[in-house]
């Protein structure tokens, strides 16, 4: 029996409570952003993560037609499982 793969991430963004910044939630195709050792990306079916990061996320959405971009000067990114959990402005 194969496994069948997962063509999507589901993605969460929080702010700080003290920015008055909107979230997302929703599927996307992709995740970009950037921590110490420089930019990365975040694809379906990536392995359990968590780091740092700072500068930009980029969200890719599913049809890859828009990008979903966030400025932001520090947050924390994780990654288990299919679902994305970005906290930023802390």
């Known amino acids: 029996m194969t496994k069948e793969r997962n063509e999507q991430l589901n993605v969460s963004v929080f702010w700080s409570p003290t920015i008055a910044q909107s979230g997302f939630s929703g599927e996307a195709a992709a995740v970009s952003s950037e921590n110490k050792m420089g930019k990365f990306d975040i694809l379906p079916e990536h392995t359990n993560f968590i780091t740092l990061i700072s500068n930009k996320l ?31 402005g802390i």
């Open 58 to 88: 980029t969200i890719h959405t599913i049809d890859k037609k828009k990008k979903i971009e966030y400025s932001f000067k520090r947050g924390v990114l994780e990654v288990s499982e299919n679902l994305v959990k970005v906290f930023l």
